[in-house]
């Protein structure tokens, strides 16, 4: 094939890709978003404005903020820092596990094995090196800080996630490459507090891997068949980053 033919070659598949619909799995933040609440608020100051020629402005806020990338690093010592994953990685086919209902009825509900399977019951094993985002529709009750810490009179958080079983199987068993959830966790609350640490968070970045968290607009996608792209900047020794993550459905 000619040089000119796989210039076309590539042409033609940002064509096709193009002609697809694309959704943006990304909040935007700012300082009053929801976040983790041992991490302090954003800020965006201007340092000049169109006054002084030019518009700039100065952010601050932590790595894990937003919807964002958590590197290996994040949780595991001596493992990837954020630069180091390779780009293929944060492109991959996307599963999406729908648990909405039950997180709505239940709001500490935790994705176990049996839910897996019985996903896989109706839309098939789920594929070597696919990224797996679990769904609750949590993501609705952004930017209401309340609704999404969700506390109780305690002052307890309550919100859905992954069990560590869940997670060993679909790294152990099926080898995904990564996951992804709407939260600000990947374990559920109420586990969090049971197991005094967040354990299936851990796991997931002990694979060597990287997770999404807080991601939103699951709910327009289909259980299989899309591809997810996670868009990152690349600072230096970074353990997460805001990402802008989206998804090309078919």
Not at 72 to 84: G, T
Not at 140 to 152: L, M, T
């Amino acid at each position: 094939m000619t040089i000119e033919g796989n210039q076309l070659e590539l042409i033609d598949a940002l064509q096709k890709l193009k002609s697809k619909k694309w959704i943006d799995l990304t909040h935007t933040f700012g300082p009053s978003s929801p976040h983790f609440s041992a991490l302090p608020n954003a800020e965006i100051d201007p340092l000049f404005t169109h006054k002084d020629g030019f518009f700039v402005q100065q952010f601050s806020f932590p790595g894990q903020y937003g919807t964002h990338i958590d590197a290996p690093i994040h949780f595991v010592p001596n493992q990837r820092w954020l630069e180091e994953l390779d780009l293929k990685e944060l492109v991959l086919p996307l599963v999406v596990i729908d648990k909405s209902k039950e997180a709505a009825e239940n709001h500490d509900y935790t994705v176990t094995v049996d839910d897996i399977k019985l996903f896989e019951e109706e839309y098939g094993q789920i594929e070597e090196g696919t990224f797996v985002a679990l769904r609750t529709d949590w993501s609705k009750r952004w930017p209401d800080v309340e609704k999404f810490e969700n506390k109780d009179n305690e002052g307890n958080p309550h919100a859905p996630g992954w069990r560590l079983d869940a997670l060993k199987y679909l790294f152990q068993e099926r080898q995904v490459k990564a996951i992804g959830h709407e939260t600000f966790d990947t374990d559920s609350a109420k586990d969090a507090r049971a197991n005094g640490s967040l354990i299936g968070e851990y796991y997931v970045l002990e694979q060597d891997t990287y997770q999404v968290e807080l991601l939103t607009n699951l709910d327009k996608l289909p259980p299989k068949g899309s591809i997810i792209f996670n868009i990152v900047a690349k600072p230096e020794k970074a353990t997460g980053f805001p990402v802008r993550s989206f998804a090309i459905i078919p």
